[in-house]
């Protein structure tokens, strides 16, 4: 399984962008790069997900380099609920699982 | 729309006891199950995911074995409980169409499973 790196924490204030970023050396040209965040005490929340183009949804915006070893999850304005450990998973085609790191908790001050 | 249900939401178990924890969906068919398992502080461990009914992946050698009896139905059991299967225990599906990799994965609420 593919190996995803991302610091261990981060802080941000509250209503500025935050930028986690991931690198993701390894990865192959099927990989599909995911992240999910964790609130305390709760399941893992799907984020957004991409695989060479930049992503944007309602949540985030997924920016990929262009080797894509490395991405980027930008919340564009964080709010206090966004404070959780944010996960990077690569899922390689043709399987199935989802093997998640160790995260990057993230902090917002208000 | 979908939804996964997790029980119990809580759980104290002695030292030796069984478990049988379940998981089921609803408003979907054919989805991939996992079962996760989040040590304190630590990070998600995949323990068990499974592709159809009575079909079952384990990705760790542990104390816990996984079953699959229906469709939208995943068990997660063990015979007995050791002290170090303490944790937070999570369900996850996913659509079974293709092979997984495009689509996002749908998580329960949890079962904190402390065993004394």
């Known amino acids: 399984d593919a190996k995803t790196t991302q610091p261990n924490s981060m802080e941000s204030n509250e209503e500025e962008p935050v930028h986690l970023p991931c690198n993701h050396s390894t990865i192959s040209g099927t990989d599909y790069i995911h992240w999910y965040r964790q609130l305390p005490s709760q399941g893992p929340e799907y984020v957004i997900h991409g695989l060479t183009s930049n992503v944007n949804n309602r949540m985030a915006s997924l920016a990929i380099a262009e080797d894509r070893k490395s991405s980027t999850l930008i919340l564009h304005r964080a709010t206090l609920r966004d404070a959780a450990v944010y996960y990077c998973i690569l899922m390689r085609y043709g399987t199935y699982k989802y093997i998640f790191g160790t995260g990057t908790r993230l902090k917002v001050l208000a | 729309s979908q939804t996964i249900h997790q029980w119990p939401a809580t759980l104290v178990q002695p030292v030796g006891s069984p478990l049988s924890l379940e998981c089921t969906v609803e408003?979907?068919?054919?989805?991939?199950l996992y079962w996760y398992r989040q040590a304190a502080g630590r990070g998600l461990q995949l323990l068990f995911y499974s592709v159809g009914i009575g079909q079952i992946s384990s990705e760790v050698p542990q104390n816990l074995s996984a079953s699959r009896p229906q469709d939208r139905q995943f068990i997660l059991s063990s015979k007995k409980l050791l002290l170090s299967d303490s944790g937070f225990y999570l369900c996850a599906w996913n659509t079974g169409q293709g092979v997984g990799m495009n689509t996002e994965a749908f998580f329960g609420q949890g079962t904190r499973l402390t065993v004394v």
């Open positions: 408003g979907t068919s054919n989805p991939n």
